[in-house]
Nanobody
């Protein structure tokens, strides 16, 4: 499975961005997906995840109420809507697929990774 993330950019604090992730295989639509981010000099951290069914969603505390993860099975896409962005959200954002339906918040549980998209939030 090859994943492609897009939608990053430069935005002012309080602004919004929507990240998208697609895969080159239809089976991707059945798998749990996650978004992770990595700031310079820091570890890759969990942001949000969605189960293969799309029913279960998980968020790290710092983005709850601001970010929304969703998926469109027909389009083979997963999205991360990011509102009220803050400078501390600045990072490279990665989408990842577990290869199974159950989502987790642990990076090592995800087998397939996209190339990352840069999100920069200015103050």
């Amino acid at each position: 499975v090859q994943l492609q993330a897009s939608g990053g950019g430069l935005v002012q604090a309080g602004g919004s961005l929507r990240l998208s992730c697609t895969a080159n295989e239809r089976t991707f639509s059945n798998y749990a997906m996650g978004w992770f981010r990595q700031a310079p000099g820091k570890e890759r951290d969990f942001v949000a995840a969605i189960s293969g069914s799309g029913i279960s969603k998980y968020y790290t505390d710092s983005v709850k109420g601001r970010f929304t993860i969703s998926r469109d099975t027909a389009k083979n896409m997963v999205y991360l809507q990011m509102n009220n962005l803050k400078p501390e959200d600045t990072a490279v954002y990665y989408c990842a697929s577990r290869g199974v339906r159950l989502a987790t918040m642990v990076p090592v549980d995800y087998a397939y990774w996209g190339q990352g998209t840069q999100v920069t939030v200015s103050s």
